[in-house]
């Protein structure tokens, strides 16, 4: 049986200052990453043999409650078998072509990239 840590509160987690990944308790796997760019949360998970880890997002807007709920319900996809990392993989595909089609749509947003590469350029 998996040696499973005792879920550490959010006081505890602002204790931290260590870099690297501390494992939080409460979900297996779920890890907060600690370094000088600030803290994130990762899971880490094995699918089909291979060990394998997920951003979850940045600890400034992902709370341990929300954080913990992400990791258990990536968890019950694991069990459907269902990869994490390819339903982000699927999700950016399908943000950058919504984001495509807006762009060629709408003249409007192509007129304020227009505008904003010009006001970086200079």
Not at 18 to 27: I, K
Not at 66 to 84: F, H, N, Q, T, V
């Amino acid at each position: 049986m998996a040696n499973l840590k005792s879920p550490l509160s959010v006081k505890e987690l602002e204790q931290l200052r260590d870099q690297g990944l501390h494992a939080v308790g409460g979900v297996p796997g779920l890890l907060l990453k600690v370094s000088s760019g600030g803290r994130s949360w990762i899971y880490r998970y094995t699918f089909e043999g291979l060990r394998k880890k997920v951003g979850l997002g940045p600890l400034t807007t992902l709370g341990l409650r929300e954080a913990r709920e992400l990791a258990r319900d990536l968890s019950l996809k694991i069990r459907e078998g269902i990869d994490p990392c390819e339903i982000k993989k699927v999700e950016s595909v399908e943000t950058r072509s919504s984001l495509s089609a807006h762009q060629g749509v709408d003249s409007n947003h192509r007129e304020c990239r227009q505008l904003t590469s010009l006001y970086r350029s200079n």
